[in-house]
C-alpha cells in the first residue's frame, strides 16, 4: 500500500500536478470567488498556481447559477508575477516556454468565459500579476495598491506583461512601466485607465459587492453574449465593428431574455430572466 502511495505521488510530481491547492473557489449568490492562497511566495504565479486559477474558471463558469467571478488574494500581495525559481537556466527552455504558455492560456480563459471576472486588488501587483489584473474584464483597488512591470531590473523584461498593459493603458505611460520599473500608485493606475475604480482598503468588500450584485442583476445570457462581442470588435477597424454589432443587436434581440427586456420595459416593471439565450 505505502509502495502503491508513493508511486501516485512520483507521478503526480512528474506529471506538474500540485499537491497544494493554491487558489481556492467559493460560490454564493451568483459570485464565484477565486482566491491567491500563497503568501509565501507573495502569490507568485507559479506553474502550480496558474494551473489552480485556470481550472477554477474553465471548470465553474459553465455553472447556469454563476454571474461573474472575483479574482482576489490572499495577504499584502496581489501578485507578485512569475515565480523566478522556475525560470532559472537549470529548468531549460522547454519548461520556461510552459511556464509562458500557460500564462497566455490562462489569458484567454479570462477574456472567453461567458460571465465577467473582476480583479479585487489590495497591495502589490507586479509584472504577470499586473498583466493578471490588466487582462481582466474590469478592476476594483484600494487606494494602497501599486502596479509595477520591474522585469528588466532582474535581467528579464516584462514583454509579456506589456502584452496586456499596453492594451490598457496609453503607449508613453506603459513605456515608463516596462522601462523603468517604477510603480505607480492606485490614483495613477486609475487616471492611466488599468483599473476601474478606486475605493478605500475599508470599502473595497462592500464596492465590489456593489459591482458583483450589478452584474447579477442581468440576464447571465446578454451578458455572455456582450461579452463575446466586446472582445471580438476590439481589434476590429470602425466600419467592420459597426456592421458586425448590428448583426449581434439584432440577435440579442432575438433570445428569450432580449424579448423579455423590452417587454418588461413597454409594461413598466422588473425583468423575469431565463438566462437563456
Request: net charge positive.
Amino acid at each position: 500500500m505505502i509502495t502503491r502511495v508513493g508511486s501516485i505521488l512520483r507521478k503526480l510530481h512528474l506529471t506538474g500536478v500540485s499537491q497544494k491547492c493554491l487558489s481556492t473557489y467559493t460560490c454564493r449568490d451568483g459570485v464565484g470567488t477565486i482566491l491567491l492562497d500563497n503568501e509565501k511566495t507573495r502569490n507568485s504565479l507559479s506553474l502550480d498556481m496558474m494551473n489552480s486559477i485556470h481550472s477554477n474558471i474553465v471548470d465553474n463558469q459553465h455553472d447556469t447559477e454563476l454571474r461573474c467571478i472575483v479574482l482576489a488574494a490572499q495577504g499584502r500581495v496581489f501578485s507578485a508575477g512569475h515565480n523566478l525559481k522556475e525560470l532559472t537556466p537549470e529548468h531549460g527552455s522547454d519548461r520556461h516556454r510552459q511556464v509562458f504558455d500557460k500564462c497566455s492560456e490562462l489569458i484567454d480563459a479570462i477574456r472567453l468565459a461567458p460571465v465577467p471576472i473582476i480583479a479585487k486588488v489590495d497591495g502589490l501587483a507586479a509584472a504577470a500579476g499586473c498583466q493578471l489584473v490588466a487582462s481582466c474584464d474590469t478592476a476594483i483597488c484600494s487606494d494602497i495598491s501599486t502596479f509595477s512591470t520591474p522585469g528588466a531590473s532582474f535581467g528579464i523584461f516584462c514583454s509579456t506583461p506589456g502584452i496586456a498593459v499596453v492594451r490598457a493603458i496609453p503607449r508613453m505611460r506603459a513605456a515608463y512601466m516596462l522601462f523603468t520599473g517604477l510603480p505607480i500608485t492606485a490614483s495613477e493606475a486609475l487616471e492611466a485607465g488599468l483599473v476601474s475604480k478606486v475605493v478605500p482598503k475599508a470599502q473595497l468588500n462592500e464596492e465590489v459587492d456593489t459591482i458583483c450584485k450589478a452584474i447579477a442583476s442581468k440576464s447571465r445570457a446578454v451578458i455572455a453574449l456582450g461579452k463575446n462581442f466586446f472582445y471580438k470588435q476590439i481589434p476590429l477597424d470602425v466600419p467592420a465593428a459597426y456592421e458586425l454589432g448590428a448583426q449581434v443587436m439584432v440577435e440579442n434581440l432575438a433570445t428569450t431574455d432580449g424579448r423579455e427586456g423590452i417587454k418588461s420595459f413597454v409594461e413598466k416593471r422588473p425583468p423575469r430572466w431565463s438566462h437563456q439565450g
